[in-house]
């Protein structure tokens, strides 16, 4: 088998990029130390997080010479991430930390006021029809990142690099670029489905190499307008029922039991041929919600890292897991922290994790501590290891109605729904224990400090909706995103298609999620994107 080296220099996620380069046939070679570099042949420096953090951690192990040498030499090299930007001289992220200095330019920073940052979901990566690494017009690829190269025609092209470009709101940045033996993309292409599988095996067989132009022309003829599409979630709640088998469930307001008298936990199929199906379908992303922690087995053989095991060799989109995050002891009496847990997920091929109960604890400290940090709490340990796009939260609220606006202290709002008693208020009391729990807390507060803790993204459920096939809760999501930067996913109450494009329409959120729909085989993944397509909303076909 023909190998690639790759370079493992801080705790990341490259479990799925080590199943993408396998999937192509090749195999992997660790590259553990400087000395490593020597022997590679083709070259792959991946990277999450921070750009400060990784530039660190390569000085500090003194791979930045051994990298250099192997760009110098002409062997084939190729970056992702925050791989394409440790080729720049900097980034505002950590002015004092240079860059190797390829590339003469200073990454900087989304503008968050017109929209969400980070920049999370698939957006295009245009070359204006002039080839390079198998890039496609007509696909879409997955980026997750905060900073960017701003594109201006004609200024790395002029330093003889091709360039391929997306568009968010209303600013264009590098998506990709190329340079005799240099390619590097700031999406994650093992992460882009079949698209992205494309341009990694034009990396592996030097293909895309081979066919770069000599001369870049400036991207003039490209339609600089918005790429990013509406991003569409397969979510699946797993449980062992009472036979002790894993199944995916589906609850009606957390319920997840049958509603006759032997009330068995309702059986929807198996994890991982269903995420296989959602995959194929076009769903932009795959979260496994693990419902019952799976109490008294150790933390090691939990069955969700099978599961994710299994299902990343073959869904090359991105993976959430949640359920059962923060600090607890094993079932011989071994401490074992959040982050331990999340590194163990991670390793098994998940993308993302996801918060639930310990959230809302670590809120309630922070308040009640004067909205200090220390550094503590499993959102901020996470996502200091893993960067914020790695850490999502998901809220369980559920409604609670209020007669006048001084009837709370929450953050109230003005509802079309009114209560039983005709209240036109309510405001939206943060869960725990998968709703058993109400909190004195309300989303507004629970997200404004999760996001200060470094979370990079929320998972907006709603208990009064789920299961309910009745539509998305509007206010809810509108509430949130007006209070955070932070992209949202609104999830709960999903039955068809129209749904989806209402949330699109009439919400701010930057991504929705179904369950139910999908799981009872009433609509395909496939025919919500055909819809919003149909309604001029842009979505990613599947195998595109
Ligand atoms: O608290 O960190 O251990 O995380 C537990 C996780 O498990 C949380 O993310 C919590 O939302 C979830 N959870 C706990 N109990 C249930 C339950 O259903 N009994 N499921 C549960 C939450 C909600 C959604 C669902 C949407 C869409 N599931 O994710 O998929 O509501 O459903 P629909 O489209 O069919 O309406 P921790």
């Known amino acids: 088998m023909p190998t690639v080296h790759l370079l493992d220099y801080v705790a990341g996620n490259i479990r799925s990029l080590v199943n993408a380069i396998e999937k192509l046939g090749y195999e992997v070679d660790w590259v553990r130390s400087p000395e490593d570099v020597a022997k590679a042949e083709k070259l792959i420096l991946p990277g999450v997080g921070h750009f400060g953090h990784c530039m660190s951690q390569l000085a500090q192990a003194n791979y930045l010479p051994a990298i250099k040498a192997h760009i110098d030499s002409g062997k084939p090299f190729m970056g992702i991430c925050v791989g394409l930007q440790a080729l720049f001289e900097g980034s505002v992220e950590d002015p004092d930390v240079p860059g190797l200095g390829v590339i003469h330019s200073t990454l900087g920073r989304f503008d968050e006021t017109d929209k969400s940052v980070p920049h999370?979901?698939?957006?295009?990566?245009?070359?204006?029809?002039?080839?390079?690494?198998?890039?496609?017009?007509?696909?879409?690829?997955?980026?997750?990142?905060?900073f960017r190269e701003a594109y201006t025609p004609g200024k790395l092209e002029s330093q003889g690099w091709s360039v391929a470009t997306g568009t968010y709101g209303n600013e264009t940045f590098v998506g990709a670029v190329a340079k005799g033996n240099i390619f590097a993309t700031q999406f994650h292409p093992e992460k882009s489905g079949v698209a992205g599988l494309r341009t990694i095996r034009a990396f592996l067989t030097g293909e895309g190499a081979r066919s770069l132009?000599?001369?870049?022309?400036?991207?003039?003829?490209?339609?600089?307008?918005?790429?990013?599409?509406?991003?569409?979630?397969?979510?699946?709640?797993?449980?062992?029922?009472?036979?002790?088998?894993?199944?995916?469930?589906?609850?009606?307001?957390y319920d997840v039991r049958e509603k006759g008298d032997d009330r068995n936990v309702r059986n929807l199929g198996k994890p991982v041929e269903m995420a296989k199906r959602y995959y194929e379908e076009g769903a932009d992303e795959v979260t496994f919600l693990n419902i019952t922690s799976f109490r008294d087995c150790p933390i090691a053989d939990l069955p969700m890292l099978e599961i994710l095991r299994q299902t990343s060799r073959t869904v090359f989109v991105p993976l959430t897991i949640g359920g059962g995050i923060r600090d607890t002891v094993d079932t011989d009496g071994t401490k074992v922290t959040a982050l331990e847990i999340a590194t163990m997920y991670f390793k098994s091929g998940a993308d993302k994790v996801?918060?639930?109960?310990?959230?809302?604890?670590?809120?309630?400290?922070?308040?009640?501590?004067?909205?200090?940090?220390?550094?503590?709490?499993?959102?901020?340990?996470?996502?200091?290891?893993?960067?914020?796009?790695?850490?999502?939260?998901?809220?369980?609220?559920?409604?609670?109605?209020?007669?006048?606006?001084?009837?709370?202290?929450?953050?109230?709002?003005?509802?079309?729904?009114?209560?039983?008693k005709g209240e036109p208020y309510c405001w939206y009391a943060c869960t725990i224990k998968g709703g058993r729990e109400t909190r004195d807390m309300d989303v507004v507060e629970l997200v404004q400090a999760v996001e200060a803790m470094g979370a990079g993204e929320i998972l907006l459920n709603c208990i009064d909706k789920d299961g309910t096939n009745s539509g998305f809760d509007l206010e809810l999501i509108e509430q949130v995103k007006g209070a955070i930067a932070i992209p949202v996913i609104a999830s709960s109450g999903a039955g068809n298609p129209g749904h989806f494009e209402e949330v699109f329409q009439k919400t701010r959120t930057d991504a929705a999620l179904g369950a139910g729909m999908f799981h009872r085989g009433e609509y395909t993944v496939q025919q919500v994107k055909d819809y919003l397509q149909s309604k001029g909303l842009e979505a990613r076909q599947a195998g595109e």
């Open 213 to 253: 132009p000599s001369n870049p022309q400036p991207l003039t003829d490209v339609p600089f307008k918005d790429g990013l599409t509406r991003r569409v979630i397969a979510c699946l709640d797993v449980r062992t029922n009472d036979q002790g088998d894993l199944v995916v469930t589906k609850g009606d307001q």
């Open 120 to 146: 999370i979901g698939w957006n295009s990566a245009n070359t204006g029809g002039r080839p390079l690494f198998d890039l496609s017009p007509d696909s879409k690829y997955y980026y997750v990142h905060t």
């Open 354 to 420: 996801s918060i639930g109960s310990d959230a809302v604890l670590a809120a309630e400290e922070y308040y009640s501590l004067g909205k200090k940090l220390f550094g503590n709490t499993a959102i901020e340990q996470i996502s200091k290891a893993y960067g914020n796009q790695a850490v999502v939260v998901s809220v369980d609220p559920k409604r609670v109605y209020v007669p006048n606006l001084d009837a709370t202290r929450h953050a109230v709002v003005e509802t079309k729904f009114p209560g039983p």
